[in-house]
């Protein structure tokens, strides 16, 4: 069994900020990719950051300059700091892993349950 779950979500106002984490945990053999996706109401889900085991890092076009995405992979650990945050960024956001499972060959993605980001005044 993995599971990924997520914290930090709530209710800031515009130009606020707000830390996101997710812990990867289970039986884990090794971590890819992970990272962060939202779904805004009405809307598909989209990347928002993701970050490799090496540390190279992929954001949306909409987050660059204020979003920074970052892990701990010793604790199994995916950040997401949000600064600036605009009313437009309300979403759910949601963890994302490319991992193995311990007795397995092959990766595939996991996902957390959603935590709720609301940017309001």
């Known amino acids: 069994q993995v599971q990924l779950v997520e914290s930090g979500g709530g209710l800031v106002q515009p130009g606020g900020s707000l830390r996101l984490s997710c812990a990867a945990s289970?039986?884990?053999?090794?971590?890819?990719?992970m990272g962060w996706y939202r779904q805004a109401p009405g809307k598909e889900r989209e990347l928002v950051a993701r970050v490799t085991s090496g540390g190279s890092t992929v954001y949306a076009d909409s987050v660059k300059g204020r979003f920074t995405v970052s892990r701990d992979n010793a604790n199994k650990m995916v950040y997401l700091q949000m600064n600036s945050l605009k009313p437009e960024d309300t979403a759910v956001y949601y963890c994302?892993?490319?991992?193995?499972?311990?007795?397995?060959?092959?990766?595939?993605?996991?996902w957390g349950k959603g935590t709720l980001v609301t940017v309001s005044s």
């Open positions: 994302n892993a490319d991992l193995r499972k311990l007795g397995t060959l092959t990766s595939r993605d996991y």
């Open positions: 289970g039986s884990i053999g090794s971590i890819n990719a």
